[in-house]
C-alpha cells in the first residue's frame, strides 16, 4: 500500500504584477511584486491580496490587469508567471478615460416635437368637429336612399303577390298534360 497524503493548506498561485499608477499621471511602472493568490479564491478576495501587496486604497480607483501583450485579462484567471514577464496592475480614477458629453438633445428640441406633435392632433380634432354635420347629412340620405330602394321592392313584391292571387281554377286545362 501507499501512503497518500492530503495537504489542507490551500494551493496557492504566484504570479508577478508590476504597478502602473494611471491615477496619479503616472505612465511608468512604479513597483514590481510577487503575490500569492489561492486557487480558488473569489475576485473580492483577489482584490483585497493584491491591494494589501501594494498598499493601495481600492474604494475609489479601478484595477486592470494586462499581460505582457497589453491585453486585458480577468482577474480570475492570473496563472503563474516569471519576473521576467510579469503582468501589469493598472490604477486608475473612476471614469479616468472617459469623458462625458453633454446632453445630445436639449429641452427645446424635446418641447419643439411635443409641440407639434399637439398642434397636428389639435387640427385633426377641429377638421373632425367642421366635418361632424356634413357626416351626419351624409348618413341620412344614405339611410334614405336604402329605405327608399326597400320601398320599391316592397312595392314589386306587393304587385306579384297580386298578380299570384288573382289565378283562379276555371275547370279546364287550356294545354295538354305532357305525360
Known sequence: MSNVSFDKSPRL????????????????????????IPAAAEITMIIQIITTTFGLNSSNVILKIRNHRGCLIPLNSLIPNSKHIPYVLEVAK???HVRPKPRT???????????????TIDRRMQRLEDLLPQIK?????????EIECLN???KFLHKRMQVAESHSWKGVLTRAPLW
Open 152 to 154: 320599391q321592392k316592397l
Open 94 to 96: 473612476i471614469s479616468q
Open 13 to 36: 498561485s504566484k504570479t508577478w504584477i508590476a504597478l502602473r499608477r494611471l491615477d496619479k499621471n503616472d505612465d511608468r511602472v512604479v513597483a514590481l511584486r510577487e503575490v500569492s
Open 105 to 119: 438633445i436639449p429641452m427645446t428640441v424635446i418641447n419643439k416635437t411635443m409641440k407639434t406633435r399637439l398642434h
Open 137 to 145: 347629412l351624409r348618413h341620412n340620405e344614405k339611410l334614405s336612399q
